[in-house]
């Protein structure tokens, strides 16, 4: 199946589609992965990323790493994975998303079946061409326990609460990082060179610990 979309910028949303079609989508998309899927009970939202969405995520991603590297934390890094369960009939591609308290548990393992294991404990979410469908009410569904999200100009860190999202000054899943911190970062990095910000980043993070 093809899908064709008239602008890069404007998300294009199926109604009455299928679990089974949205799965076999994700399976024939799997070698075009610009294009990103969000799926509801039965409607279908398919987005392409503009290249400063791409950017963010990936300055986002360096900052994940960079601290677990400097901090001796194990994780498993799954990019854009696709993350669904059929009983919720939901599901979605994070623009990055990271296993760290629980990357023991699902080391090693080339199938996660999240009605049986733990979701990833963060996602980071690159928000430029808002979403039609409301994709932190399905990460919450799938009770992913983090989610940050960067519109380009703002970050906000939010925690899962008893099935809903709070707001959060500081992330729980990586404590060295204040919101402040990263939204300071990405502003930065915006008129910076990716080698030296990621230099300055790490320089940070060591006087973060007091080395």
Known sequence: MTVGLAK???????????????QGLVHDLEAEPGKRLTYSRGTLEIMVP??????????????????????????????????????????????????IQNEAQIR?????????DPPPDLVIEVDITSSSLDRLAIYAALGIPEVWRYDGKDLTIYRLWAGDYR?????????????????????????????SWVREFRQWVKHRMGE
């Open 50 to 99: 503009l290249p400063p969405h791409e950017r963010y995520k990936s300055r986002l991603g360096r900052m994940v790493e960079v601290v677990t590297e400097e901090t001796n934390t194990e994780i498993a890094s799954l990019g854009s994975t696709t993350w669904s369960r059929e009983d919720l009939q939901k599901g979605l591609e994070a623009d990055e998303c990271f296993y």
């Open 108 to 116: 090693g393992k080339t199938e996660i079946d999240l009605t049986t």
């Open 8 to 22: 890069p910028t404007t998300p294009v949303v199926l109604r009455g589609v299928s679990w089974a079609t949205y």
């Open 167 to 195: 707001r959060q000054g500081a992330s729980q899943v990586l404590p060295l990082l204040q919101r402040d911190d990263i939204l300071r970062f990405m502003q930065t990095s915006q008129t910076m060179g990716e080698t």
